[in-house]
């Protein structure tokens, strides 16, 4: 990794989050702005808003964008939550003079990036990154390496089935772990149970409930139950299949891991391999959600 400033911009569905990034992924400056769907207008906002860091010299340019993207080519084939649809995204940073290299990833695998320098200052050498929040997102650095797969599409952890013929996921599957631990399946769970004991818990978001879990509400419990075990057994696989030194949650709902996490350290120790699951650690990030900022910056190696 080269000394230096680099650019790092995290794209996501409601804001976008920019910051000079250095060698170790920390943080120098940072500034956020909201989302606007049109590309061309996005980008061209996004260079107004880094214009008072034009006279610093930087090494490049790394973008995270949540959604499916050819690396290689510099292009979003598809976002669900920008609503795009073959994107050339890195031609329209060049248009707009952003510090070349401009290097494009999806912001699972940035995340994954950030957690492997940030929080663990790339000691491990095989990291896997669980992103807890609306949805589930993952990312996989193996022996040092984003892994990315053959189409770029690696690590949906988010999509692990944990339960056949379970709840329907927003993939068009059933039974996805995001359908159990992703926040807005939480709630939406929730709800329906409040309904069925004729209790009326409005209004219902993902910090209310996990304040309600802390206050032993029983069916809020039971929502991080289930997440609980979705997680015991997405991790059980994880680590039967990938023998990681680290396992990095991080996200809004990761901040409440002690409703779901030791539950689910049970599941893992007694469902795995024994080695494996004695080997591996798992922690939750210390950093509030700079993550996939600071890993988006790096991959401008
Ligand atoms: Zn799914």
Redesign the pocket.
């Given at each position: 990794m080269r000394k230096g400033l680099r650019l790092g911009v995290d794209l996501g569905g409601t804001s976008v989050k920019l910051a000079l990034v250095d060698e170790r992924g920390r943080l120098h400056d940072k500034v956020a702005v909201d989302t606007v769907k049109q590309p061309r207008a996005l980008v061209k906002r996004l260079s107004e808003a880094v214009r008072p860091w034009s006279n610093r010299s930087l090494l490049g340019t790394g973008v995270g964008v949540a959604g499916d993207v050819d690396s290689q080519k510099g292009v979003v084939r598809f976002s669900a939550n920008l609503g795009w649809r073959r994107v050339s995204l890195a031609a329209l940073f060049r248009k707009f003079k952003f510090p070349a290299p401009i290097v494009l990833d999806n912001d699972a695998n940035a995340a994954a990036w950030g957690g492997y320098h940030l929080e663990l200052g790339a000691r491990p050498k095989s990291l896997i990154t669980l992103t807890l929040g609306t949805g589930v997102g993952g990312g996989l650095v193996l022996n040092g390496q984003v892994y990315r797969g053959v189409t770029g599409s690696a690590g949906e952890i988010?999509?692990l089935v944990v339960q056949e013929g379970g709840d329907p996921?927003?993939?068009?599957?059933r039974g996805?772990l995001?359908?159990y631990l992703g926040a807005s399946a939480m709630v939406r769970w929730a709800r329906a149970a409040y309904a069925k004991k004729k209790q009326v818990v409005e209004p219902l978001d993902p910090k209310i409930l996990e304040q309600r879990a802390l206050r032993r509400d029983p069916v809020a419990q039971e929502a991080y139950a289930r997440a609980a075990r979705a997680l015991g057994t997405a991790l059980t696989s994880l680590v039967n299949l990938l023998n990681p030194d680290t396992i990095l949650l991080t996200g809004g709902v990761a901040r409440g891991a002690g409703l779901f996490l030791p539950q689910a350290m049970g599941i893992l120790k007694s469902g795995a391999f024994k080695t494996p699951a004695r080997a591996v650690r798992v922690v939750v990030a210390r950093g509030k959600s700079d993550l996939g900022v600071a890993g988006a910056g790096l991959l401008v190696i």
């Open positions: 988010g999509h996921c927003a993939c068009g599957n996805c995001e359908s």
